[in-house]
C-alpha cells in the first residue's frame, strides 16, 4: 500500500494543486481514464470545502490530503481542523451564518456524492474528513 500525503495552507489557489497531483496518482494507480475528471472534480470540492471551513473558522493548520493505494482501490482523505455542527448543536459563528454555511456545505457534500461511488463523510468537534475511493485496474506501466 503506497501513500502520498500532501499537506497546504487553506488558500483557494492551493486547491488546483491538490487536483493536478491527486489526478497524477490516480492514474499511476490505475484509475480508469475515463474516471481522472471525476476524482480531480471531486477532489476540488472537498478541498474547497476543507479551505472555507478553515477560513471561515480562522484555523491557520493546514488542509490535508491522504491520497492512497491499494491492491484494487485508490482512495482520497480530505480532512479539516475545522468544528463542525453535532447533532442538535450549533455551528460556529451565530445562527445566521451557520445556516448558510451548513446549506453551502451539504450543496457541496451532494455534489461529491455524485462524483464518487464510495463516499464516507465523518465530523466532530474537532475537524471533518472526506474518504472517497474508487476501484482501480492494475496495469503494467502502473506497476513500473
Known amino acids: 500500500m503506497a501513500t502520498v500525503e ?3 495552507s487553506a488558500l483557494p ?3 488546483r494543486t491538490a487536483r493536478l497531483v491527486a489526478a497524477a ?3 499511476r494507480a490505475g484509475v480508469d481514464e475515463a474516471v481522472l475528471d471525476e476524482v480531480r472534480l471531486a477532489v476540488g470540492e472537498a478541498c474547497s470545502r476543507a479551505v472555507g471551513l478553515h477560513q471561515s473558522s480562522g484555523i491557520t493548520a493546514p488542509v490535508k490530503v491522504a491520497l492512497i493505494e491499494e491492491e484494487k482501490q485508490f482512495s482520497i482523505e480530505v480532512g479539516d481542523e475545522a468544528p463542525h455542527a453535532t447533532h442538535g448543536g450549533d455551528t460556529p459563528g451565530g445562527a445566521a451564518d ?3 454555511d451548513v446549506e453551502e456545505d451539504e450543496m457541496g457534500l ?4 455524485g462524483l464518487v461511488d464510495d463516499v464516507e463523510v465523518t465530523t466532530g468537534q ?3 474528513l ?4 474508487w476501484q482501480t485496474t492494475p496495469s503494467a506501466t502502473a506497476l513500473l
Open 98 to 100: 451557520g445556516d448558510a
Open 126 to 128: 474537532h475537524g471533518g
Open 110 to 113: 451532494a455534489v461529491i456524492s
Open 13 to 15: 489557489e492551493h486547491v
Open 130 to 133: 472526506i474518504r472517497m475511493r
Open 25 to 27: 496518482v490516480a492514474r
Open 6 to 8: 500532501l499537506r497546504f
